[in-house]
Structures are given as C-alpha cells and as structure tokens.
C-alpha cells in the first residue's frame, strides 16, 4: 500500500513549480500504478497553452473558476468545482484561471516526476525521476 500526505509531498521534491503553476505530484511512474495523480495550482491570471502530445489527461476542478479553450475548434468550457475535463484525444487547448484554481490530475502514460511544459506545451516521455530516498 502507498500513502502519502499532501503537505507533506509539498515540502518536497514531488513540488514542482513552474511559470503560472505548481504541480505536487502524489503518485508517479516509479509507483507502478499505471498512471501518475497529481495536485494543481493554476495561479489567478494564468492563460496556459498545453498540447499533452504524449500523455492522456484527466482534470477534476475542486476549487477556483477558469475556464478551458480547444484550439481546433474554438470551444470554450467554463471550469468551475465539480468540473472535470478529459483531453481523451491529446487535445491542443488553453486553459486560463480567472481566479487560483485547485486541479486533481491524472496522466496516462504516469509520469516521472520533474517534467515542466516543453515549447509546445507538452511534456516529454522521459523526465528526471523523484525519489523519496533521502
């Protein structure tokens, strides 16, 4: 059994923290789960543009309000707690925090631990591994 605690992941290198986010990733590849659980902070003001072209993504809203843009067709989705959005198709989209927004995120393929969005907003399948050991 794995358990871990959120606050104290946060006070370790399971955060990452990147330009107009942070990412506290709970569960990773090295977990051999088959996917990677992550908690995100959109900071308030942040307009991201993301195209996961390697992974799979599931986005659950617990708190805050923003809203998310699919490049291909225009659409746009207000997010808000309780929303969730599935980029079942490695969508190319947008994703902006009208106010700080708190996600619970899954990824498929997991990952690794240290990945930040490369140029075209993506993350590479291979990345840094987080270790626990001290």
Known sequence: MIVRNLQDAEKTAR???S??????RLLLKNDNMGFSFHITT?????ELNLHYQNHLESV????????VETVVDGEVYPIQPGTIYILDK???HILRAKTEM???CVFNPPLHGKEVHNASGAYELEAEEISDKK
Do not use: L
Not at 19 to 24: A, D, I, N, P, Y
């Open 102 to 104: 708190k996600m619970a």
């Open 19 to 24: 330009e107009g986010w942070e990412s506290t």
């Open 42 to 46: 959109i900071y308030e003001g942040a």
């Open 60 to 67: 659950y809203c617990i708190s805050g309000e923003g809203e």
């Open 15 to 17: 955060r990452v923290v």
């Open 90 to 92: 490695n969508d190319k």
